[in-house]
């Protein structure tokens, strides 16, 4: 900010404060006696599509509304302002012949950015604008520092995301992003609850990372002397609950991973991760589908969407292999490399795909494809047949025991939900444990702990079950077509 505009803002801030002192001087200052039993947006919907002669017909009196004043126009003895509620902005007209005089030369000197009180009456003007005509205005709030600028808006980025309140009151399209964000979860709330799923809720502090292969966040219980780790997924402690009898739960959860700031990563996000006894693999692709389609038809779309400039036909998911998929963009690679370690390590070294001494076929296996390929599936795309060395807690496939039965969900290039069935064999869970301590032991920072309860949980008897995770971020990203986790989560982590 420039010292003109620093040195602007704190002249305002002084004249602003001024207006405040007279308001506690006069006792009305940031009162608490007003009421609004009318919205901006409802009455445009009752009222928008009526003509003018019609409207006066109809004598829509004894109106109240509250808002912030976002536009005004001041002409003499009667004046114009726009007022901002949480629905939307809606017109109102105050002159001096239908409120006392003095009031109405106060009003003049109210601030955009003021919050005030309407009370009044329902017309329309000459051009057919929806307006309150005021017969009683309040200031119930004074605001002390401007608004952003109608037309700059907030040029800088930082500030939209440090100071969100700033970017809600000024920019409706983003407030509309958050609205849509909130239908969105209560539609996959609707689509658990519906398909008879219990919702429950599980620790945010764990004794032991797990859940996921993440680096997690560490923190310290003073009473107990000891470390607890922010989660890094509730799938532990949700599957303890299927040994428990639950057959089927969920968990719309916010988890924490300890790792860099990205368009696509915050370390604070939030999942729904739900777990199913006795479902079978494809249903469950098929549910993970309807979920996405509901929630996408919650915010008013239908099947054919667009993000970051891609068409996306949400009607047709394709089912393809990682193996497929990385011959299929690879084409230096033939079926025979892609579990022979020393032509892995050739070809990643030779497309630039670091990689650790202690990592076997599968992991650099999976790091091809995520630089080659992931970026490309555009369209609803399942890819299966991952590794097990790089699916910890899924259950290997019967006819060959080095894939797992897991799914990951991508869309326009994205992962927007990984998908298993889950190990239920205590002793190779126990043995995929004792691979991630080794891995930890040789310095991953993200492989999990030796989780001994979750073991004597597994002994006592886990039904089959399949389990999912979906990023409800990227989900909001992908159905309101913004490019940044940013524009999707109020108060985003950031850089200092």
């Known amino acids: 900010m420039s010292d003109s505009n620093i040195g602007g803002e704190a002249s305002i801030l002084e004249e602003r404060r001024r207006k405040l002192e007279e308001l506690r001087e006069q006792n009305i200052a940031y009162i608490n006696n007003f009421t609004p039993a009318d919205q901006a947006q409802e009455l445009h919907g009752l009222y928008g599509h009526i003509n003018k002669e019609e409207l006066e017909e109809k004598k829509i009196s004894d109106l109240s509304i509250a808002g912030r004043i976002v536009l005004k126009r001041v002409m003499g003895n009667a004046s114009f302002v726009t007022i901002r509620d949480s629905s939307g902005d809606i017109q109102a007209y105050i002159s001096k012949n239908n409120i006392d005089p003095d009031l109405y030369k106060n009003f003049k000197s109210w601030d955009l950015g003021d919050i005030i009180g309407i009370s009044g009456n329902l017309f329309k003007t000459k051009t057919e604008e929806l307006t309150v005509e005021a017969h ?10 401007p608004m952003p600028e109608k037309h700059k808006g907030l040029a800088d980025i930082e500030i939209k995301y440090r100071q969100r309140y700033l970017d809600l009151m000024s920019s409706p399209e983003s407030k509309e992003v958050f609205v849509k964000r909130s239908q969105i979860v209560s539609s996959v709330r609707s689509s658990m609850l519906e398909d008879g799923f219990l919702e429950v809720e599980t ?3 764990h004794s032991i990372p797990g859940g996921a292969v993440a680096k997690p966040f560490i923190t310290q ?30 968990e719309i959860n916010r988890s924490f991973r300890n790792e860099g700031l990205s368009t696509r990563h915050n370390p604070e996000f939030t999942m729904l991760e739900f777990y199913a006894a006795f479902a079978t693999f494809s249903s469950t692709m098929e549910f993970t589908k309807t979920i996405i389609q509901s929630a996408s038809k919650a915010v008013g779309n239908d099947n054919q969407i667009e993000w970051d400039g891609e068409k996306i036909n949400l009607s047709n998911f394709s089912i393809k292999t990682i193996n497929d998929l990385v011959l299929e963009h690879n084409s230096e690679l033939k079926s025979a490399d892609l579990d022979n370690l020393d032509m892995l390590i050739s070809y990643a070294e030779s497309i630039k795909v670091p990689f650790k001494d202690s990592w076997g076929p599968g992991k650099i296996l999976l790091e091809i494809f995520e630089k080659t390929v992931e970026n490309k599936l555009i369209q609803p795309t399942f890819v299966t047949e991952y590794p097990v060395e790089v699916s910890p807690l899924s259950r290997r496939n019967n006819d060959n025991p080095s894939i ?21 064999d205590p002793d190779d869970q126990a043995e995929r444990f004792k691979e991630q301590v080794k891995a930890k032991a040789d310095g991953d920072d993200e492989a999990m702990g030796y989780d001994e309860d979750y073991i004597i949980a597994l002994e006592h008897g886990m039904p089959p079950a399949v389990g999912v995770g979906v990023g409800i971020d990227r989900l909001v990203m992908m159905l309101t077509n913004q490019s940044s986790i940013r524009d999707v989560i109020l108060f985003p982590q950031l850089k200092s």
Do not use: Y
């Open 203 to 205: 620790p945010m502090m």
């Open 221 to 250: 219980h003073n009473a107990l002397d000891r470390e607890l780790f922010l989660r890094i997924a509730p799938e532990l402690h949700l599957k303890r609950l299927l040994v428990g009898g639950f057959e089927k739960v969920f």
């Open 136 to 145: 009683s205005i309040t200031l119930i709030t004074k605001s002390l520092r």
């Open 404 to 424: 797992a039965d897991r799914f990951e969900l991508f869309i326009g290039g994205k992962e927007i939900a990984n998908g298993f069935c889950e190990l239920n």
